[in-house]
């Protein structure tokens, strides 16, 4: 009776039982339920600002709609030698790297060996002899179950996550550097205008000084003035105090040593983009942190198939062949040539938990994967309805600050002709010019933040809205 066919079923009936269970190694699915839905526009809309931007833009580009040739450079020079976006790109390669390796598994493996050994032994009557030998070495193990499929998915996943994490680091070094410069460019604005009022205030004292000595004013009136001269030159140089730490800043931004880098005051000339009404939600796809968070959310997925094909038998072939002669000139000779073929069957029985601990933890690290995805999500519209709001908002605000600034001038044109003519005393007229320059000042910080809201929207949005 022949007994190989038993035999053979009995050998085999491990690797049949994995097979059938193989559905159970696949990746865990994901709660889409979890994941907040997206609605098709965003509650705040958009708004529009002033229109003097440039109608066009280029692909990633989203500052030159600023139309502003030096914010242009120093983003430019952050591309180049910023720190940050470096150290991004190194860990991208890094990944990178490693997905290579994780892929390197699944093909097969061959090594080849040259040695030398120097032996004796009694079958050659003790005398030393070189064996000389060379050998080939094939390996491939099978993925049956996808384990390293999972693996090498889970690796190239984590390398789109850092590609996509190294797109966030450049994005936010870009509106760093842009709301530092504009940051700087306000400060400018507002230099010149303190600057001014102390011309005014000093020139104000020359002549209540002028007064004082032919006794027409009293020594409260020159104290009055000089006050509010000094208290406005210390205003002027606290601006300036501002504008050289910002521009420190800027130094770093652009991988620059700050003692050797500087920006001239300058005009600001910077236009101010139109928002389009009704930016739809789907532009926060393009998002670099929540594709980031998405790929190592998948990369978690991928593990946990990897963990559950720990579980199922391995199978190993291999092959490997050479020869060895005590004179190279034999090594080749068939007599000295040998070669085997083998094929290797590991099913694991029993590792103390380590297994099951390992699909717990991959399975955790899923669910956490989930929640910083989730995270990100809501984040991103919270973000956006941030900015949106505060330009609405400001549009509104720059509009009465701007009648605030309108009557405070006329204000101190009326007070400063009373004066002249002896109808009301000097304080009203410091009063009246105190009003103007005050609500100046907080019409430059409005129109600061309304571009800085505007930048923080394209990065919201993942650098544009088009």
């Given at each position: 009776m022949n007994h190989t066919y038993p035999t053979l079923r009995a050998a085999l009936a491990p690797l049949v039982m994995a097979l059938v269970l193989a559905g159970c190694a696949s990746t865990a699915a994901i709660d889409t339920t979890q994941v907040p839905v997206a609605p098709t526009t965003f509650k705040e809309g958009g708004i529009a600002v002033a229109t003097t931007a440039r109608a066009t833009q280029q692909q990633g580009a989203w500052w030159t709609v600023f139309a502003d040739p030096a914010l242009d450079g120093l983003i430019a020079k952050a591309d180049a030698n910023n720190n940050s976006i470096q150290v991004a790109a190194a860990r991208l390669a890094q990944a990178r790297a490693l997905a290579g390796q994780a892929d390197a598994d699944r093909y097969p493996q061959l090594g080849i060996g040259v040695g030398a050994t120097r032996q004796s032994n009694l079958t050659t009557g003790n005398v030393a002899q070189t064996v000389v030998g060379v050998n080939?070495?094939?390996?491939?193990?099978?993925?049956?179950?996808?384990?390293?499929?999972d693996g090498a998915k889970a690796a190239t996943l984590d390398a789109a996550s850092r590609e996509a994490l190294l797109r966030s680091t450049q994005l936010l070094v870009q509106a760093d550097v842009a709301q530092t410069y504009l940051k700087l460019r306000?400060?400018?604005?507002e230099r010149e205008l303190v600057r001014s009022t102390l011309l005014a205030y000093q020139n104000t004292l020359r002549l209540t000084e002028v007064r004082f000595r032919e006794g027409d004013v009293a020594e409260l009136d020159v104290a009055r003035v000089r006050s509010e001269a000094a208290a406005t030159e210390s205003e002027a140089l606290a601006l300036d105090q501002r504008r050289a730490v910002l521009e420190h800043a800027l130094a770093v931004m652009v991988g620059e040593v700050a003692s050797q880098f500087a920006i001239a005051p300058a005009s600001w000339s910077t236009a101010l983009p139109v928002i389009p009404v009704g930016v739809p939600s789907t532009v926060l796809t393009r998002r670099p942190d929540i594709a980031a968070a998405q790929n190592t959310m998948q990369a978690a997925q991928a593990r946990v198939g990897a963990a559950k094909a720990a579980w199922f038998p391995t199978f190993s072939l291999t092959s490997n062949g050479g020869s060895a002669a005590p004179e190279?000139?034999?090594?080749?000779?068939?007599?000295?040539?040998a070669w085997g073929v083998s094929a290797l069957l590991s099913l694991p029985v029993f590792d103390g938990g380590r297994r099951t601990a390992a699909v717990q933890g991959a399975n955790a690290d899923l669910s956490l994967a989930l929640s910083n995805y989730r995270e990100q999500v809501l984040v991103a519209f919270r973000d956006v309805e941030d900015q949106l709001a505060a330009l609405r908002l400001l549009a509104d605000q720059s509009e009465a600050q701007s009648r605030s600034v309108t009557s405070s001038s006329r204000a101190t044109v009326l007070s400063g002709s009373r004066y002249r003519n002896g109808l009301v005393s000097q304080l009203e007229l410091l009063d009246a010019q105190r009003?103007?320059?005050?609500n100046r000042r907080q019409a430059l910080q409005v129109k600061e933040a309304q571009y800085l809201a505007t930048v923080g929207l394209i990065r919201a949005l993942g650098g544009g809205w088009v």
């Open positions: 080939a070495n094939l390996s491939y193990e099978v993925d049956l179950f996808g384990k390293l499929s306000a400060l400018d604005t190279i000139q034999d090594l080749f000779k068939l007599s000295t040539q009003s103007e320059l005050r």
